[in-house]
Structures are given as C-alpha cells and as structure tokens.
C-alpha cells in the first residue's frame, strides 16, 4: 500500500535557485503590496527558501478555548456513581494515580514479527552467557531435564520481554469498581481531548443528527457531543465491556439534570447495528486503536466504521509515536483505498459510458501512476465521477492536516515522529489533594488526530501552525503547509499587518497566512502543479 495518495510530481521550478535570487531586491522583506517575504526552513530536509506570505482568503477564524472543564453535571454524576462503591476515595485515588501513570506510557502492541524477533535476540543473548549451562548439547540430559531446560529459557524470555512493549494486554474492567478507577483517572483528560477536537466543527455548517461513539468506555466523549450539540437526535454508544458501560449509565443517571435515567437519545450497545445501512452522520474512534491487537484487525475496523460514516469520521489517540503511527495508518488506509480502483469493474464502467479510448486505456494501465493521479484524472472523463468503483468510499482530510499527502513528520528521527495537541482540563480527585503542578489546579493532555470526512477536498486549506515562540518584535512560527511540508520561518514586525495575524494565532489552530515558496536553495523544488490549479480554479 502507498503511504500517500496525493501524487508528488517533481518539476523545474518556476523559482530562481536562492542564491541568485540574493543578487536582486526583489523581495519584501516589509509589509508592500499587501505581501512580505521571509526566509523559512524546511523541518524535514532542512532546505532554504524564501516564502511569500500574504493574508489567506476567506481564512476562518474560530475561538478556542485555553481550558475543556468536564461539565459540572458529569462531575456530579460521577462522584455519586463513585461513592455508591465498596472502596475509599483515598484507595480510590491511589490506584487511579498508578492506572494513568500506566496509561500514559502505554505502548500498542507489537506485531507477531517484532516479537518473534526480540525473542530471537533475547535467546541469543542467553547462549552467551558464559555462566549459564542452558545450552549446553540437548543429548547431554534426559528428556526430563530438556523440558525443564526449555521451561527455563521461555521463563527468562518472557521476563525480559515483559520489561519491554511486548507485553501488552487490552484494558479488562472486571468489576465495577475497575471501571470507577479508570473513570476518575481518565474522564476528564478524555473529555477535554474530545471538545477540543469537536471545536474544529465551529468552522463549517455542521450539526450531526445521528452520531456513533465507538469504544465509548467511560462516557467522556459523550459529555463532550452533549456540550456542542446538546439535541442530537441518536447517540449509540458501543462497547464490549459490560461494566464499564454500566457506570458510564450510572454517571448519566446521577448528573444534577438527568431525572435518573439515561437520556431517552441514548443508546448502549455492545457491537454495532448489524444492518449496513445503519450510517451516522459523526463517527468518534477515542483511544481504542490501542486495544486492538493487530494491524489487520485496525484496519479492518476503520473500514467497517468508514462504511457507517456519512460524513465525519474521527480518531483520537495517544502523542506516542506508535499511537500516532497506527493514527496514520488508518488515515493512509482511508485516503489510498479512497482512489484505489478496481481493474474490471473500471474498464466495464469505461466501455458502457463510452469513453475508453485510447488515451483513457493508457491512463488505466500506466503503472507509474499513483492511484490518486489515476483517479483525478478519470473523474475529468466521466460525466458521474461518483460512478468510479473505488474501494471504499472517497474521503479527505479534514483536519489537522491541510493535505492528504504522507504526514513529512514521519521521515523525522525517533522522538520527534509525532504530532502533538494539547487540551488543559481540571483535575478531578476523591482525596481532594491536588497534584497539579499548575497555581490553578489545571494539568495538560496530549494527544494526536486526525478528522476524515467523505467526499474530494473543495478549496485550498490554510495551514495549521504546530508551534510559535514569540520574542521582542518577532514570532518564530513552525507552519505544516498545503504543498510544502513543514516550514519553520520568523516573522518581524516589519511585516505590519502579517506580524498581527501571525502573532495572535494559536499553535494547534489553522493559520492565517498564505506560504508561497518563490525561491528555494535546492536544484528542484517539489511542487503540486496539478493540484494548486485545480483547488485555486475552484
């Protein structure tokens, strides 16, 4: 499968190598005719260029908020539901303190390969062991002795392996206070990940009737859909464990405006409405990737989910590399199958419409094409592209990233693969003994996203500013593009109105400038003709 299924097409540059651009004054370096020019540097390749910033057209600008407290409601609810269990708040406190310590390093799970191959490793290291007569020649010992020799390597392999990533088990509530500590411990960091992901909706006319929280656990993403849109029509929560959604009911049940009972909008489910044709307008995935143990089985449910997707598909994960990872893998999954074409089907759906010529079977059969330029450039041929038998059905990114290209962060070193948000909440205690290293009590989770919605991209996208530091008459910005990767450039107050908007954006949110590359210090430049002519012209 290709990582990216917008098509990189490398070309002569319409830009002059910086180093002769240097020669000239043919750049703002202040704010003239409505544009300013500054110098910028690729994060990924390090590459020099100079960009061209101008305001972004019909930029939408939304409000966030700095803090996502849980609903008073919630909080009543769940310290009710919390006090109705055997245990104290203080044991209470303790074991959910360890459990979002856990939680907070938990890896995903590593595939049969990478554990076969650390125990390979594992097993070699013992054979060295000068010390250890493990291995010595099985025909020196019985039978009985070459069992209990095996015992003793497969007892050592698994301790060390358990020191590693390659002991991981899905998360089990086996009892009802199981679920109580993991509530206390998560609800509230969840439920501010979750709004502050749903805050991207305020640019866009979009109010779900019908939504579907899939991996619901503890509620929060409910409390979350509630606060946005309080009079969604349908919301089914589903999720395999009985207790946990037991006490996300009891929660709801003893909210200060619940009258004891569930909302008669809401519905508990553990497994999904058999019937395909059972769609929802929102679909959340919240932190569940994690607890499916093998790729395959991911995929294999973002497809089911992307099936009962109407418009918005949304997975939340982890700031961890292989959480974020998995997090691309599933849009990439998405965004490639999206463009992918059946062969058959698509040569019969030519001929019936009477248009397979012979340039449109050199398109066809041209194995240089990406699927994405395959598909563009059939979908100029066919009088009803929506005819085009893909996959699954076509989607795009909808945020955070401004392009449906491979993430360029993941070609960077182990440490830095990531992409991080950032949602501060108020932490919820049954000792009442704050451990928040803030004044006001408030602690910060990070997390990474991806929202997906069905359909091609209409217009171009603003960036999306991942970073900003500010200094006396100037703002560093790291800006993730539309057509350029990440670009990291400083803006002066010599930018006039450009240093305004630059300085008032909020890292995490879209940005408000344009970034045009018109020189670069590289012999070619990779650039999206087709694409910038298309999204432009529209």
Not at 151 to 173: I, M, S
Not at 187 to 204: D, G, I, S, W
Request: proline share 5%; glycine share 4%; with cysteine.
């Amino acid at each position: 499968m290709k990582p990216s299924v917008i098509f990189y097409t490398r070309v002569l540059p319409k830009t002059v190598p910086l180093g002769k651009q240097k020669k000239n004054d043919s750049f703002n370096r202040t704010y003239e005719d409505g544009m300013c020019h500054v110098t910028s540097v690729n994060a990924c390749t390090n590459e020099v260029n100079v960009l061209k910033l101008t305001p972004m057209k019909n930029f939408v600008s939304i409000q966030t908020p700095k803090l996502f407290p849980l609903p008073a409601e919630a909080v009543s609810g769940l310290r009710t539901a919390i006090s109705d269990c055997k245990r104290t708040g203080k044991i209470f406190q303790h074991e959910a303190d360890q459990l979002f310590e856990k939680l907070n390093q938990r890896r995903f799970p590593a595939s049969p390969k990478e554990v076969q191959s650390a125990r390979k490793k594992i097993m070699s290291k013992l054979k060295l062991d000068e010390d250890s007569d493990a291995y010595l020649s099985p025909e020196h010992f019985s039978q009985k002795i070459r069992n209990a020799q095996e015992k003793y390597v497969n007892r050592e392999v698994h301790k060390q392996l358990k020191k590693t990533r390659y002991n991981w088990k899905p998360l089990d509530f086996k009892t009802k206070e199981d679920a109580a500590v993991f509530s206390l411990s998560q609800m509230a960091p969840y439920y501010a990940e979750t709004r502050k992901v749903l805050n991207e909706f305020r640019r866009v006319d979009f109010k779900p009737e019908t939504v579907l929280d899939y991996g619901s656990g503890c509620g929060s993403v409910f409390w979350a859909v509630r606060d946005i849109w309080p009079d969604v029509g349908d919301y089914c929560l589903v999720d395999i464990n009985d207790n946990i959604s037991q006490f996300a009911m009891d929660v709801m049940r003893n909210s200060t405006d619940s009258e004891d009972s569930v909302p008669k909008n809401v519905y508990f489910r553990r497994a999904l409405v058999p019937s395909p044709q059972k769609k929802y307008d929102l679909v959340i995935v919240h932190r569940l990737l994690i607890e499916i143990g093998s790729h395959e089985q991911r995929l294999d449910l973002i497809s089911q989910l992307w099936s009962r997707t109407n418009r918005f598909l949304v997975i939340i994960e982890s700031s961890l590399e292989d959480s974020f990872d998995a997090l691309m893998q599933a849009r990439n999954f998405i965004l490639t199958n999206g463009v992918k074409m059946d062969s058959s089907a698509l040569k019969e759906l030519l001929i019936a419409q009477g248009i397979y010529t012979d340039e449109v079977e050199q398109i066809v059969k041209d194995k240089q094409m990406s699927y994405s330029e395959k598909f563009l450039l059939l979908r100029e041929k066919l009088p009803n592209p929506e005819k085009l038998p893909t996959f699954i059905e076509t989607g795009h990114v909808f945020a955070p990233c401004p392009h449906d290209g491979g993430c360029p962060l993941l070609d960077l070193p182990v440490g830095k693969r990531s992409c991080k948000f950032f949602a501060r909440y108020n932490e919820i205690r049954a000792d009442e003994k704050s451990k928040s290293q803030s004044a006001d009590g408030t602690n910060m989770s990070a997390f990474s996203y991806c929202i997906l919605e069905k359909g091609i991209a209409q217009g171009r996208t603003a960036g999306r500013l991942l970073d900003k530091s500010k200094s006396s008459g100037c703002v560093s910005c790291k800006v993730c593009t539309p057509f350029d990767g990440v670009q990291r450039f400083p803006v002066s107050k010599r930018a006039g109105p450009l240093y305004q908007l630059a300085k008032s954006s909020v890292p995490g949110q879209l940005f408000p400038l344009d970034t045009d590359i018109v020189a670069s210090d590289s012999e070619y430049h990779i650039v999206r003709e087709m694409l910038k002519e298309e999204l432009e012209g529209k």
